[in-house]
C-alpha cells in the first residue's frame, strides 16, 4: 500500500501530513501528485470528497518549496481560480493546512467583501493566490495584481465555472499569463465545452481519472418519491420527520426557491438554512458554519453554493428538485456515503421532472427504487390548522347574500347558487373550500397549479 512518504514531499509537508494524521493517499492523489511533482500538466476528473485539493496542493508546495524566491510586487506565483467564495476559502485553508511548516505566503480574493484588503495583501506579492474569477478580474483592471509571474495555473471545479458562464473571464485571465507555465485542470464532469477548453490550455496533458461519473456510490441508498409538484413541501416535510437524519442536504433548482423551502420548514417547526449566490459572505459563512458544527441539521443550497460544502457526516442529500443534467445529480448524491459511511439520497419528482429520471438512470446504470405519495388535501398534513368561521345556518335571505356579494369583492371570495342555497369558495395556502351553509362545513379540494411553496 502506497503512503504519502513514498512521494518523496518535502519533510515539513510529510511532517503537516502526520499532523493531520493523513497517512494514505487517495486514489485521486496516487495518480496526479507523481506528474504534478514533474511539472506535467494535468487533467483530474474526480468529484468532491475525493481527496483532489490534496492533490494539485501538496505537489504545488513542494515545488514551491524547492524553488524558493522573493516575491515580487503585486504577483503571484500560483494561481488557484474555483466557482465559489466557499470553496475558494477551503482551497486556501487546505494550502495553509499542508504549507504550515513552510514559508509560503498565501491570499484569497473573492467577491462578497471589501476589496482593500485583498489589494492590501497582494502589495508585496504572494506565492499563492486563490480566487473568484470575477473578483481577480476586478483586482487586475485596478492594477492591484499582475499575472506575468504566475507558474502555475489551477482551475478547480472546471465544470461548474463553465456553468455559472465564467468561461470568458478564464479566457481573459489566460491571455495574461505566461504561455511558459504548468496548467492543472481538475472537473467532476468533462463535458465536450471542458475538453475543448482542456485541449486548448493544456500541453500534452496526463489524465487522471477516479470514480468515473457513472459510478454512484455504493453504500448510498437511493429512493426515489413521485409526487405532484405542489404536494412536494409536504412530502418533503414527512420524509424529515420519518428519516433519523444527522445532517442534511437538501438541493433546490434556483436562489429563490432555495429560501422558500427554509420559509415553509421554518413554519411547520423544522429550523433550516440556506445558503447560494444571493445570500452575502457573512450570510453564507455562518450558515456554513452553523451545518458544520451542528446548530442547524438541515442545510437548503443550489448547485452553485453547494460547490463549496466541504462537511463531514453528511447523512441524508434531498432532491427537492431534480437536475436536468444527470451528471450533477451524481455530484449531489456525492455527498453523502463518504469515508466507508452509509448514506440515503431521496428525490422527489414531479411528473415534468420524469425525463431527467430516466436520463439519471441511463447514466448511473441502474433503476431508482421509486414509490408514489398521494397528493394531501391540505396544509393540514404540514400540521398547519386552518381558521374556519362559522357557517351561517339555514337558508340565506337577500340581505345576506348581498352581504356575501359584498364580502367576496372585498376578500376575492367568490358565491355561487345551488337550488336557492349558496356556497361560499375561499382558500387556505394551496387548498380551495367550498362552506355550504345549510350544513356548517368545509370541503376541501386541491386548487390547480398551487403549491405552498
Known amino acids: 500500500m502506497i503512503s504519502f512518504h513514498d512521494f518523496k514531499l518535502n519533510d515539513a509537508i510529510t511532517q503537516a501530513l502526520a499532523e493531520q494524521k493523513y497517512l494514505t493517499p487517495t486514489p485521486i492523489q496516487v495518480q496526479t501528485i507523481p506528474p504534478v511533482m514533474t511539472g506535467h500538466d494535468v487533467i483530474g476528473i474526480a468529484q468532491t470528497g475525493t481527496g483532489k485539493t490534496a492533490a494539485f496542493a501538496l505537489p504545488i508546495l513542494h515545488r514551491l518549496a524547492a524553488q524558493e524566491r522573493p516575491a515580487l510586487r503585486k504577483s503571484c506565483r500560483v494561481l488557484v481560480l474555483s466557482p465559489t467564495r466557499e470553496l475558494s476559502s477551503q482551497i486556501l485553508d487546505s494550502f495553509r493546512t499542508y504549507g504550515r511548516h513552510l514559508r509560503i505566503r498565501t491570499a484569497l480574493a473573492i467577491g ?9 495583501a497582494l502589495l508585496g506579492g504572494v506565492d499563492v493566490l486563490v480566487a473568484t474569477p470575477g473578483r481577480l478580474l476586478d483586482l487586475v483592471r485596478g492594477n492591484a495584481l499582475r499575472l506575468g509571474d504566475v507558474e502555475c495555473l489551477v482551475l478547480d471545479e472546471a465544470d461548474r465555472m463553465l456553468d455559472m458562464g465564467f468561461i ?3 479566457r481573459k485571465i489566460v491571455a495574461k499569463l505566461p504561455a511558459a507555465r504548468q496548467t492543472l485542470m481538475f472537473s467532476a464532469t468533462m463535458p465536450r465545452a471542458i475538453a475543448d477548453l482542456a485541449a486548448q490550455m493544456l500541453r500534452h496533458p496526463v489524465t487522471a481519472a477516479v470514480t468515473p461519473v457513472a459510478s454512484s456510490a455504493e453504500l448510498i441508498e437511493q429512493r426515489l418519491i413521485r409526487v405532484d409538484r405542489h404536494a412536494k413541501p409536504a412530502a418533503l416535510v414527512d420524509v424529515l420527520r420519518r428519516e433519523a437524519a444527522d445532517r442534511t442536504l437538501i ?6 426557491g432555495a429560501d422558500k423551502v427554509v420559509r415553509y420548514l421554518t413554519g411547520t417547526g423544522i429550523a433550516a438554512s440556506a445558503i447560494h449566490g444571493n445570500k452575502s459572505q457573512n450570510q453564507r459563512e455562518r450558515a456554513l458554519a452553523a451545518f458544520r458544527n451542528g446548530e442547524v441539521r438541515i442545510l437548503v443550497a443550489t ?5 463549496g460544502i466541504d462537511v463531514e457526516g453528511i447523512s441524508h442529500v434531498i432532491n427537492f428538485d431534480l437536475p436536468n443534467v444527470p451528471e450533477t445529480y451524481v455530484h449531489r448524491i456525492g455527498r453523502t456515503g463518504r469515508a466507508g459511511a452509509a448514506g440515503t439520497a431521496i428525490s422527489l419528482c414531479d411528473k415534468e421532472e420524469r425525463a431527467y429520471v430516466l436520463d439519471i438512470e441511463r447514466l448511473i446504470r441502474k433503476s431508482i427504487p421509486a414509490s408514489d405519495r398521494a397528493a394531501p388535501a391540505s396544509r393540514l398534513e404540514a400540521g398547519t390548522k386552518p381558521k374556519i368561521g362559522r357557517a351561517p345556518a339555514g337558508r340565506p335571505g337577500k340581505r ?3 352581504r356575501h356579494a359584498g364580502t367576496a369583492r372585498k376578500t376575492g371570495h367568490k358565491s355561487r347558487q345551488h337550488g336557492g342555497d349558496s356556497e361560499t369558495a375561499y382558500s387556505i395556502g394551496s387548498v380551495a373550500f367550498m362552506r355550504h351553509p345549510s350544513s356548517a362545513r368545509a370541503v376541501a379540494s386541491p386548487r390547480r397549479n398551487a403549491s405552498p411553496i
Do not use: S, W, Y
Request: hydrophobic share 35%; no cysteine.
Open 251 to 256: 438541493f433546490t433548482r434556483t436562489k429563490h
Open 112 to 120: 462578497g467583501v471589501p476589496i482593500g484588503g485583498q489589494v492590501r
Open 168 to 170: 470568458h473571464d478564464i
Open 400 to 402: 345576506q347574500q348581498a
Open 303 to 307: 448547485d452553485i453554493a453547494a460547490r
